[in-house]
């Protein structure tokens, strides 16, 4: 069966979920690695629904100016809106393996939790090093979803419901890999952080909570999991939950790197 597609109704849940404190923390630590300075021109590879060019423009200032590329006409829609009005900032529909932009363009690049959804991550590596000038600073950002994991007191039932939500993309794990192909693409000082979003609260302004609304969505019918099992789950959860018993643990990982001056 087919990934999670970026349709309208995905794209209508990340602009509802990326405005949750989990995703603003997200948003800050990520600005914070890709340090964009006044003036600079940056390249957002799948930009989803242009939360980080609403933040990036009062970074570069006027001076400054941002294009970002989506495969999604509806993510496209959506960041077009979020930014209605701003001059400096240009919204390209094309897809990360074939960039429509020019040779060493670009002072930074940021590559969000789409990395992950790429069949040829190395070719998409290839074109943000391109993209850059020499010396750009490149970021990637990605879920190893090997680390999540909501508690459960039936734990091969968690199992199933997780190895159905790996359907939902090309590389559950590809954080394990992703520094040995940025080296590939050329690029130098690869650096990883990881960031656990770790939970013991069932609140809705968590990325546990956020998933857990599109992981109950996505599965029925993948792994061998049941729309049943998975209402089981869900309602499972919400029981923990009022028994001071939810648990919820996932880490991302930003990469960083440059491309040699
Ligand atoms: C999980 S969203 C992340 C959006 C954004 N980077 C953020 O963090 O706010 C993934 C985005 O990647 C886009 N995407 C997936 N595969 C792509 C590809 N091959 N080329 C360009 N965009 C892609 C999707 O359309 C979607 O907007």
């Known amino acids: 069966m087919s990934q999670l597609s970026f349709d309208a109704a ?16 997200r948003r ?11 003036g600079e021109r940056i390249l957002d590879v799948g930009c989803g629904p242009g939360f980080y060019e609403r933040e990036l423009l009062d970074e570069v200032g006027e001076q400054g100016s941002i294009v970002a590329v989506d495969a999604s006409p509806d993510m496209l829609a959506l960041a077009r809106r979020r930014c209605d009005g701003q001059g400096n900032v240009s919204f390209l529909d094309g897809t990360a393996t074939a960039l429509p932009v ?9 590559c969000v939790q789409v990395m992950e959804y790429v069949a040829d991550p190395s070719a998409a590596l290839a074109e943000m090093h ?22 459960s007191d039936d734990p091969d039932r968690m199992r199933r419901v997780l190895t159905g939500w790996d359907e939902h ?18 690029f ?12 013991v609260d069932y609140d809705d302004e968590t990325f546990a909570v956020a998933m857990l609304g599109m992981v109950a969505d996505f599965v029925p019918g993948r ?7 998975v209402a089981a789950w869900t309602a499972e959860q919400r029981d923990l939950a009022e028994q001071g018993r939810f648990f919820f643990e996932g880490t991302q990982f930003c990469f960083t790197a440059t491309k040699l001056a």
Do not use: N
């Open 102 to 110: 020019d040779d060493g363009d670009f002072d930074a690049a940021l």
């Open 10 to 25: 995905t794209a209508k849940s990340l602009e509802k979920a990326y405005h949750k404190r989990d995703m603003i923390r």
């Open 28 to 38: 800050r630590l990520v600005l914070v690695a890709l340090g964009a300075a006044p």
């Open 223 to 229: 792994g061998g999991v049941t729309g049943d099992e």
């Open 188 to 199: 130098s000082d690869v650096a990883v952080a990881g960031h656990s979003f770790a939970t």
């Open 130 to 151: 391109r993209a850059l000038r020499p010396g750009g600073r490149v970021l990637v950002w990605d879920v190893d979803w090997a680390t999540v994991w909501w508690h």
């Open 169 to 186: 993309l090309v590389h559950p794990s590809l954080p394990h890999t992703l520094g040995a192909q940025l080296r590939a693409a050329g």
